[in-house]
């Protein structure tokens, strides 16, 4: 079913202040973004978490929090970013898809005689080239939305919906 259009307006979105300051850059490095009933879920190019805000009016999102996808997910190194780019959820599953791009280093400021050699040096990661699903499933009481490893399909009680991911190269 298609959604319906929304005119696009400003909201404000209120941050955790212990997520903040472990993770200070956090709010300015948002590239994906889904909303299911009043969850706001956010991805970052940085970490491997993604960030749900709830809606508190009509435009302003808060009572952050910041979700662990490994419990969800086998990601192959822990260490590494995901860089989330999309984020989609079509009545059962989150779905998060990576950049599926290499990883550049950042050239040294001020110093640039060796800029084009630092822009030159690209890593893979493998984290990087993901594309996953997440059980997401709305609490009839509250209508919070939940993210699950595995869980029965409210709509049909006979089937299970599991978190699900394909890496690439």
Request: proline share 7%; aromatic share 6%.
């Amino acid at each position: 079913m298609p959604r319906a259009r929304v005119e696009p307006r400003p909201v404000s979105l209120t941050f955790a202040k212990d997520v903040v300051k472990r993770h200070p850059d956090l709010p300015r490095n948002l590239s994906a973004v889904e909303l299911t009933g009043d969850d706001l879920w956010l991805g970052s190019d940085e970490g491997t978490t993604i960030e749900r805000l709830s809606r508190k009016s009509d435009d302003t999102f808060g009572r952050h929090e910041s979700i662990e996808l490994s419990p969800f997910l086998a990601l192959p190194a822990a260490d590494q970013e995901l860089d989330i780019e999309g984020l989609a959820f079509d009545g059962a599953y989150l779905w998060i898809t990576g950049s599926h791009s290499l990883k550049r280093e950042r050239p040294s400021i001020g110093k640039s005689a060796g800029a084009i050699e630092q822009l030159g040096r690209m890593v893979r990661e493998t984290n990087r080239y993901i594309l996953a699903r997440i059980p997401c499933v709305r609490d009839p009481q509250t209508g919070r939305f939940t993210l699950y490893k595995q869980t029965i399909d409210p709509r049909d009680p006979t089937a299970t919906l599991t978190a699900a991911q394909l890496f690439g190269t």
